[in-house]
């Protein structure tokens, strides 16, 4: 059946969708199902295509068109893609494996995180390689992952106080979600790891290793493997 949503304007330049009002995998793919048509639509006006949670971002060249109404005129070509049939469309989802190491040099927060959820440090680090993860959007700092849903046993809120520098490749959870800092910067999720892997790489077509849509799995490795690793 054709994806439903709500079309909004956004300005005088950009649309808004909305496919519903809470946090969901199964929402979030929906959106990037919608991405994906969209892109493939190869509108010449469409400038940035933009996912979320729960909309869709469209921002485009109003003027285009001959039109004294050109949301009208988008809104008419958006709905005209979107009502293909969701089988229909083409695609394969990508899973991504990234390793984390849960060593104590690296999980700031893990010791905390077992006081406060009376779970062991095994439990707590099993509890986040098992599921496999949706990757939602990018925000907060340049190809920072907001992943979700993590295990309701070890969701987490952010830090009371945040840290002035979280280092780069750093894996922690704020709320119901997962993430990884791409480079050192200020933040205030709970740490429980770090990655060996470069998510970010400014020279890099893309910049970015990790993209809104794929699935993300994680991995455990030793302090040994992580201090030998080299990416291929």
């Known amino acids: 059946m054709p994806i439903s949503y709500q079309a909004f304007p956004l300005g005088d330049s950009a649309m808004m969708l909305k496919f519903g009002q809470s946090i969901s995998p199964e929402i979030n793919k929906k959106i990037h199902l919608a991405c994906t048509m969209i892109e493939q639509a190869n509108f010449p006006f469409v400038r940035d295509i933009v996912p979320a949670f729960t909309t869709l971002t469209i921002h485009y060249d109003p003027f285009h068109f001959d039109s004294i109404h050109p949301y009208k005129k988008m809104e008419d070509l958006i709905a005209g893609v979107l009502l293909k049939e969701e089988s229909n469309i083409p695609g394969q989802q990508i899973q991504i494996k990234i390793p984390v190491c849960y060593h104590s040099k690296f999980a700031l927060d893990l010791e905390e995180l077992t006081i406060n959820k009376q779970l062991s440090k095994e439990e707590i680090i099993e509890a986040h390689i098992s599921p496999v993860y949706s990757m939602y959007f990018i925000g907060f700092s340049p190809g920072f992952p907001f992943l979700g849903p993590v295990d309701k046993r070890i969701a987490s809120p952010r830090k009371r106080t945040p840290r002035i520098l979280v280092p780069k490749g750093s894996v922690g959870i704020a709320g119901s979600q997962t993430g990884i800092y791409p480079v050192s910067s200020p933040g205030g999720w709970q740490i429980i790891g ?8 400014l020279e890099d077509s893309p910049p970015v ?4 849509g794929m699935d993300v799995k994680f991995y455990p490795i030793t302090l040994e493997e992580f201090e030998n690793w080299r990416e291929d």
Do not use: E, N, Q
């Open 209 to 212: 290793k990790l993209t809104p």
């Open 194 to 201: 770090r990655t060996p892997i470069d998510l970010f790489h």
